[in-house]
T-cell receptor, first 115, second 114 residues
Framework: DAEITQSPRHKITETGRQVTLACHQT?????MFWYRQDLGHGLRLIHY???????NKGEVSDGYSVSRSNTEDLPLTLESAASSQTSVYFC??????????????FGPGTRLTVL | QKEVEQDPGPLSVPEGAIVSLNCTYS??????FMWYRQYSRKGPELLMY????GNKEDGRFTAQVDKSSKYISLFIRDSQPSDSATYLC??????????????FGPGTRLSVLP
C-alpha cells in the first residue's frame, strides 16, 4: 500500500545545530508540504513543492529550507535550530482535484525538541 | 482575530451522544471546507469536505456549512469511543485545490466515554 513516512519520529537537538527531517511518500504525488503544529495554532505551512526542483515558501518559512530532487522525498532542514522551532512537524502529499477524495495525506509526524 | 476559530475543548460526551463540532471564520473567500480527524500522536486524516454551502452526510458524520454566518459544523451521531480524537477544520478559497493556502483551525479535542 502507498504511504507517507517521516523520520525520525522523535528528535532532541541543541540550539544552533542543523537538523534535517525526512519525508518519503510512495503515492507518486507531485505536491508535497511541510507543516508545523503547535498548541493553539493549528497546522501552519512551512514550505511546499509542486514537483521536482520546485520549492515555495509558506506562512512560517523563516529558518527552514527544503529541496526536491525526486518525486518521493522532501527533506526539511532547520539551518540553525532555535527553541521556537520546538514543535511537531507533519509532512503531507497530494494530487490536485476536488472531484475525488484525493486530498492531502499526512505522515505520522516528527516531534522535535530544541534545547 | 484569527482567520479560523475553533473551540479547543476538551469536549467529553457519553457513548451514543450526538456531538457538534464547530468552526467560525472571517474570510468570505473560503469556498472549500474540510474536516480532519487526528488521533493522538498521528497525522490528520481527511474525514469530509464540502464545497460552498449546504450539508453533506457520510455515515454517522454530517458536515454543514453556513456561509452567510461564516460557520461550519461537523455532527457525529451515535458517537463511539473510537471517535475520541482531535478534530481540525480547514478551509480554502475557490480555485485553490493544491493545499498551499489551506487554513487550519487549532482543533477540538473530543473524548467519548464508554
Amino acid at each position: 500500500d502507498a504511504e507517507i513516512t517521516q523520520s525520525p519520529r522523535h528528535k532532541i537537538t541543541e540550539t544552533g545545530r542543523q537538523v534535517t527531517l525526512a519525508c518519503h511518500q510512495t503515492w507518486n504525488h507531485n505536491n508535497m508540504f511541510w507543516y508545523r503544529q503547535d498548541l493553539g495554532h493549528g497546522l501552519r505551512l512551512i514550505h511546499y513543492s509542486y514537483g521536482v526542483q520546485d520549492t515555495n515558501k509558506g506562512e512560517v518559512s523563516d529558518g527552514y529550507s527544503v529541496s526536491r530532487s525526486n518525486t518521493e522525498d522532501l527533506p526539511l532542514t532547520l539551518e540553525s535550530a532555535a527553541s521556537s522551532q520546538t514543535s511537531v512537524y507533519f509532512c503531507a502529499s497530494s494530487e490536485p482535484g476536488w472531484t475525488s477524495t484525493d486530498t492531502q495525506y499526512f505522515g505520522p509526524g516528527t516531534r522535535l525538541t530544541v534545547l | 482575530q484569527k482567520e479560523v476559530e475553533q473551540d479547543p475543548g476538551p469536549l467529553s460526551v457519553p457513548e451514543g451522544a450526538i456531538v457538534s463540532l464547530n468552526c467560525t471564520y472571517s474570510n468570505s473567500a473560503f469556498q472549500y471546507f474540510m474536516w480532519y480527524r487526528q488521533y493522538s500522536r498521528k497525522g490528520p486524516e481527511l474525514l469530509m469536505y464540502t464545497y460552498s454551502s449546504g450539508n453533506k452526510e457520510d455515515g454517522r458524520f454530517t458536515a454543514q456549512v453556513d456561509k452567510s454566518s461564516k460557520y461550519i459544523s461537523l455532527f457525529i451521531r451515535d458517537s463511539q469511543p473510537s471517535d475520541s480524537a482531535t478534530y481540525l477544520c480547514a478551509m480554502s478559497a475557490d480555485g485553490d485545490n493544491y493545499g498551499q493556502n489551506f487554513v487550519f483551525g487549532p482543533g477540538t479535542r473530543l473524548s467519548v466515554l464508554p
